[in-house]
């Protein structure tokens, strides 16, 4: 962890004063320095998958219902998932109004085992979320150190038989440092989304 800290430190520190003049506009126009105008921005989401097309959180292995039908414990393909992203640029001018702090969660519901059981279930089954910090480095590129990580929930927080592929797979726990760019769309850009 510290070695990801250190690149993000010597890549901070590599910017100089020109980006300032590069053109990248002060987005948020206001009086206030902090919490300014619009200074939270985001959105939420609810989808609802149809049977037969449920995600798949690579919890479960696909024979689940061969094992045990519809009474097996492994049902790990969500029907329902719930899902936002918010943003923060609680800083309108000076060196620190580039900073932004980030967060996307993503909660799966439902109890479900393909070509056996299709409910309509929402029992929760895990928690994921992204979070971090990012740095506008222009008005199109983005910097951004991103930790992610899943809370399986209820049943899900323990092993569930021979079905049950174990914790550690996509939906797991590791950090990023990442790029953005950002490209067309329709008039200015105020936020990652």
Same mark, same amino acid.
Request: net charge negative.
């Given at each position: 962890m510290r070695g990801i800290l250190a690149v993000v430190v010597l890549i901070l520190a590599s910017i100089s004063s020109a980006l300032a003049a590069d053109g990248f506009r002060e987005e948020l126009t206001t009086e206030r320095k902090i919490?300014?105008?619009?200074?939270?921005?985001?959105?939420?989401?609810?989808?609802? @998958?149809?049977?037969?097309?449920?995600?798949?959180?690579?919890?479960?292995? @696909?024979? @689940?219902g061969a094992l045990g039908t519809t009474k097996a414990s492994c049902a790990a393909f969500a029907r329902y998932v719930g899902s936002g992203f918010m943003e923060l640029r609680p800083v309108a001018t000076g060196p620190l109004h580039r900073l932004f702090v980030f967060l996307e969660p993503h909660a799966y519901?439902?109890?479900?085992?393909?070509?056996?059981?299709?409910?309509?279930? #929402?029992?929760?089954? @895990?928690?994921?979320?992204?979070?971090? #910090?990012?740095?506008s480095v222009t008005r199109n590129l983005e910097l951004r150190l991103t930790t992610h990580r899943v809370d399986w929930l209820g049943k899900y927080e323990n092993n569930l038989g021979a079905a049950d592929l174990g914790k550690n797979g996509p939906l797991s726990s590791f950090t990023t440092i990442s790029a953005r760019w950002y490209f067309g769309g329709y008039g200015r850009r105020m936020s990652g989304y």
């Open positions: 919490f300014p105008k619009n200074w939270v921005s985001g959105f939420v989401d609810f989808a609802v @998958a149809p049977p037969h097309n449920e995600p798949d959180l690579n919890r479960c292995g @696909a024979w @689940a519901m439902g109890s479900n085992i393909p070509q056996f059981q299709y409910t309509n279930s #929402i029992s929760p089954i @895990a928690l994921e979320r992204a979070a971090g #910090i990012g740095l």
